[in-house]
């Protein structure tokens, strides 16, 4: 169809807000474990795996919000989600609807794409390579 052949244009664009907003939902979980904020019910204890997760949900949103070294975190992140999907949702339920790791499959994939499809437009690693 024409109309939708025509947005094609605008893919890196599209790409970009995908990566941003993304981004930006991620840095949540990763400020809600290490500093509680938004306000938990439930704040998180700080073990060593809630404090890494929370860093590289923390830092690793704020690079790909960025679009800094885009390909190499968003794997990192894919890796994270993967595991947190495996350790601490799988074990609860088959189904993931069930078992709340929907959002930790949804992020996976999402930074797998970013991992193939890069960081799109507004992002800092399309200035490293001019």
Do not use: W
């Amino acid at each position: 169809m024409k109309l939708f052949e025509s947005l094609a244009k605008y893919q890196p664009q599209a790409l970009g807000v995908l990566r941003i907003v993304t981004a930006l939902q991620f840095i949540e979980h990763g400020t809600q474990k290490l500093f509680n904020f938004p306000v938990s019910d439930q704040p998180h204890v700080l073990t060593g795996l809630t404090l890494a997760a929370g860093i590289l949900e923390f830092a690793g949103g704020i690079l790909l919000a960025l679009g800094l070294l885009t390909r190499p975190v968003a794997f990192l992140l894919a890796g994270e989600m993967a595991i947190a999907y495996f350790m601490a949702h799988m074990p609860r339920d088959f189904f993931p609807v069930n078992n709340g790791g929907d959002l930790a499959i949804s992020f996976c994939f999402i930074f797998l794409y970013l991992v193939f499809a890069g960081a799109g437009a507004f992002a800092l690693d399309n200035r490293r390579s001019a």
